[in-house]
């Protein structure tokens, strides 16, 4: 693993839940306790709170006690504000000694009462969806180490899952792996990261070069994607994320139920074909040995039956080995890893 | 022409030189006395100035009582920062009753003197290079008008000139259009506009669809194209601001004589084939008409008969209207799309 750098979120966290109605609204609780469960050592809930992620209710204070260093904020209200009753509570973390990490489109630094209980107490402010760095332009300079990309159809089918998963399984194959985060959730998992969308349009690829650097040879960088080159919104920061990572290695992320852009009824998904063309035409102006790997699908709405047959068949008509992470698991992804790279994919 | 939002840059400009030593630092100077020459009533120059635009000299007293609404910084120093025995003059401008418009990377706003004067003058600051507002993310849907876009092998090879032109070339004919502005000269050019790579990167495609927004029906915006999507650092500027422009016509600038992609001797510079290709595959997700009109040659390193030569075999290679918009104009295109948008190009 690689050095956290000093803007780092600094683990364990207590998650702090408010009075959060529904688990839709608790994405990022869940994931953390899914993908950093020894870092999660208690749950902040208010009166109200229906959602509970197993872990010991703590107030502020006594996760303190209990080694925690920071609250993250686990849930997002409606509109990305924060709530103005749960300020007190964010107040006693700071006075605890507690650092505060948030998600929300608001953020914890402009807050005033926030940001002079921050200085008052010492405690870093981490809003993730954030950047709290310049970046430069991207060189395009080929960098050294290996790297994989996911990306998709479509926004919110398993990109960030799947690089999960990757990383998880190369890590504990012993293989030197770094999980590289590029949205708010997935910096909160893995500490730091780049919340890629919210950098300015100029530096998207820098940002990129910036997060996965010159690393061994062996080395594998698994890069979390973001949006899908087929969204219109969003697919300029997909490309600047694709030039910036140069990926050896792309994995396809794909829903086989959806027919549209998720909110674009007017935008179909495209074809695994399209996509695979499109990603790797686009992939290969900074990496010109990018490559597929393989397709990740996302089968969680189709039957157990369905759902082997089509990953049987997604595999065989496009010659890419074809998984679901979470039926499948991502092994086979890996053994072509450890297979076709094997000379460059270092143990530790 | 559409009216200027409020936040528009009032003309006409008292055009500022500073001691600036060679017209190489003075490109914003000339391109608004090329462009908007009746609005440049004067140049202010300090000791030292090397650079003459050819208009009289003025302080900005004298430039307020001859008309002038804003001074505008025309020349770049060095690193972009604002060198400090300037700010003197630009005091003395906000006092005599002009706003400040700056491309400058430092903020006007933010060099406290020029912010608390420009407050008590009820003056406006214009920071062209940082947008001051805020863009929703793309929506894709189709808004009503026609639009053009220029799009480049390569940065810095004739996309604002040739959609100056075009655009001047339509309004010659009377035909309802406007140049849409993307970057600081164009801005200051055009009085408004969007500086597109200012804009954080969720935001691209939606603030290029705020730039060209409904209009008549045969009404052209004339987009100002970014970047390429050739560059490693800046394609994903590129291809939001071609999703959110919706162009129903394409134009593609090319340098024949450049080889590499400036600054990035890595790069190669595509083929006009593999281009073409490539921006209209990506075009064809925001709009599925779109298609290339022409190719707009910038042969300004090259002998008069080896221009030619290359201008008509360029155009039947490819089977497009070829021009250079300096030595050939662009006419050819502006008929094709009075023949062949026809029945929806209005007349004013």
Known sequence: ????????????????????????????????????????????????????????????????????????????????????????????????????????????????????????????????????????????????????????????????????????????????????????????IAGDGVAIDAVVADFTAGAAETLSPANAAGHWDVIEGQGSLFHPGYAGVTLGLIHGSQPDALVLCHDPLRREIGGYPQFAIPSLEEALETYLRLARLTNSSARFVAVALNTSKMSAIDAAAEITATGKRLGLVCVDPIRTGVRAIVDLLQGEYEDQTATR
């Not at 002079?116 to 954030?130: K, M, N």
């Not at 159809?153 to 293989?175: F, N, P, V």
Request: glycine share 12%.
């Open 1 to 188: 693993m690689t050095a956290h750098p000093a803007s780092a979120i600094v683990k364990p966290y207590l998650v702090f839940l408010g009075d959060v109605g529904d688990e839709l609204y608790a994405k990022t609780a869940f994931g953390l306790r899914d993908w950093v469960p020894g870092a999660c050592i208690g749950q902040r809930r208010l009166p109200g709170c229906a959602v509970d992620l197993g872990v010991p209710d703590m107030t502020p204070a006594q996760a303190h006690a209990a080694g925690a260093r920071t609250l993250v904020i686990g849930v997002a209200p409606v509109g990305g504000a924060l709530p103005g009753h749960w300020i007190p509570e964010l107040l006693a973390a700071l006075q605890a000694g507690l650092d505060l990490a948030s998600g929300l489109h608001q953020k914890l630094a402009d807050e005033p009462t926030i940001a002079e209980a921050a200085r008052r107490f010492g405690r870093t402010l981490h809003d993730v969806r954030h950047a709290n760095r310049s970046f430069p332009v991207g060189s395009g300079t080929k960098r050294s180490g290996k790297r994989l990309l996911t990306v998709g159809t479509d926004c919110a089918l398993g990109k960030k899952y799947t690089a999960l998963c990757i990383a998880r399984e190369l890590q504990a194959r012993g293989i030197d792996a770094d999980f590289r985060a590029t949205g708010q959730t997935g910096i909160l």
